[in-house]
């Protein structure tokens, strides 16, 4: 069964320093996203990406962060300052259409900030 | 603004069991519903979803129950069994006007062997 792919699985770095997170959502997907969960809470929507750009951000998705997709197959979320309240899981996610489709997650990239 | 709420953080039935999630939504724009497992260091893992135009989905051991006017679902895995064990999240959208999909903040399911 296809799969999305979240690289790094770890990723430390100290703050200030830039950050990419990779993803490589499922090939036939349309609508991809970035959500967060900081340890023990909730799994936080960040952005969602369609055709090209970016189509809903949440205001934790601010100025620092930008999405890209560089290729037909990547998806990447920048973080261009780091800060310490950055470090968390990010999860990927793609779904095919936005009409009674599930999102399907990656395994997430545990981002540390120290 | 929480629109999406699951009360109850945790949860403990024993194997053989029933064991029912619950989750209360504020925004009746939502019209799709979904619920996801998550294993420590996984990410969350699609398991059943309805639309709000049915009032239950089952698939094997998973049924969701939709109730519109309560705004409220649950999740009802029977039998339950160890492998079970995991955080629950439900989560929610409207096919129209949004693309986010709004989480829950997971209830963590013990099922005792």
């Known amino acids: 069964e296809p799969e999305v792919t979240q690289t790094p699985s770890h990723q430390v770095t100290q703050m200030g320093q830039e950050v990419i997170l990779r993803c490589v959502p499922i090939?036939?997907?349309?609508?991809f996203y970035w959500y967060r969960q900081i340890l023990g809470q909730k799994v936080e929507f960040l952005v969602s990406?369609?055709?090209?750009?970016?189509?809903?951000k949440s205001e934790i998705f601010d100025d620092q962060f930008s999405v890209e997709r560089p290729d037909g197959s990547n998806f990447t979320l920048k973080i261009r300052s780091t800060k310490l309240e950055d470090s968390a899981m990010y999860f990927c996610?793609?779904?095919?259409?936005?009409?009674?489709?599930?999102?399907?997650f990656g395994n997430g990239t545990r981002l540390t900030v120290t | 603004d929480q629109q999406v709420k699951q009360n109850s953080p945790s949860l403990s039935v024993q194997e053989g069991r029933i064991s029912i999630l619950n989750c209360d939504y504020t925004?009746?724009?939502?019209?799709?519903f979904l619920w996801y497992k998550k294993y420590p260091a996984e990410g969350p893992t699609f398991l059943i979803s309805?639309?709000?135009?049915?009032d239950k989905n089952e698939d094997g051991r998973f049924t969701v129950f939709l109730n519109k006017s309560a705004k409220h679902l649950s999740l009802h895995i029977v039998p339950s069994q160890p492998g079970d064990s995991a955080v629950y999240f439900c989560?929610?959208?409207?096919?129209?006007?949004?693309?986010?999909?709004?989480f829950g903040t997971g209830t963590r399911l013990k099922v005792l062997a």
């Open positions: 925004n009746s724009m939502f019209d799709y």
């Open positions: 090939s036939n997907h349309l609508y």
């Open positions: 309805i639309s709000s135009i049915k």
């Open positions: 990406f369609y055709n090209n750009e970016i189509s809903e």
């Open positions: 989560a929610a959208t409207a096919t129209s006007g949004t693309y986010k999909y709004i």
């Open positions: 996610a793609s779904t095919f259409g936005h009409n009674n489709s599930p999102l399907h």
